[in-house]
């Protein structure tokens, strides 16, 4: 049975809903892949969907819902699709550091100017008083590897320290003072990447 067809108004209800934060039904983050854009902001596409018929979001499938909002015009965007498509480049990136002759024959042909492609990204409105916390705890010391921050910002002459979740936001992590660390930004890259 496919979804029920919905309009406009079934997907500002929806969204209104699930901005003031209701969840009648369980949500895991984790498993949040499809996102809708309305009015500038992403918005998980099951739930927004389920919020605006009030019904669980597992009674349809993602394709099924998207095919029901189709005929509105939204944009639909995975965030594992984008994931997946910066893996790839990144292997492809080490298949040419293996392969300096073919690198130099690729780019000799290669354009010099790249398309352009537009992306989605999802990003936490993080407190200022938890970074600032944290930055103030650390003394210009990167609190990982403990060496001094590797240069002042020009703007104020700070320490620049990174502050870093370890348990990342995006993995339903606080953001509490607890939850963070200042760190230098090799720290950090080595924190995210290994």
């Given amino acids: 049975m496919p979804a029920p067809k919905i309009d406009i108004s079934d997907i500002c209800k929806g969204v209104r809903r699930y901005n003031a934060g209701e969840r009648p039904w369980r949500q895991t983050l984790n498993r949040v892949d499809w996102f809708i854009a309305f009015e500038n902001e992403l918005y998980p596409l099951k739930y927004t969907y389920a919020l605006a018929v009030d019904l669980p979001p597992i009674k349809y499938t993602t394709d099924q819902m998207k095919g029901a909002m189709r005929h509105l015009g939204l944009s639909f965007h995975s965030l594992k699709a984008e994931l997946d498509e910066k893996e790839e480049f990144e292997e492809r990136v080490r298949k040419s550091l293996q392969d300096p002759l073919g690198r130099a024959k690729r780019l000799k042909n ?25 930055l103030s705890r650390a003394k210009g010391l990167c609190e990982s590897c403990s060496k001094s921050a590797p240069f002042l910002r020009a703007s104020d002459n700070s320490p620049y320290l990174e502050v870093h979740h370890k348990v990342f936001l995006a993995n339903d992590g606080e953001d509490i003072v607890t939850n ?15």
């Fill in 110 to 134: 290669a354009t010099t100017k790249p398309p352009v492609k537009y992306i989605t990204s999802l990003s936490f409105v993080r407190n200022p008083d938890v970074v600032a916390e944290v």
């Fill in 180 to 194: 963070a660390e200042a760190l230098c930004p090799n720290c950090h890259r080595r924190k995210h990447y290994g």
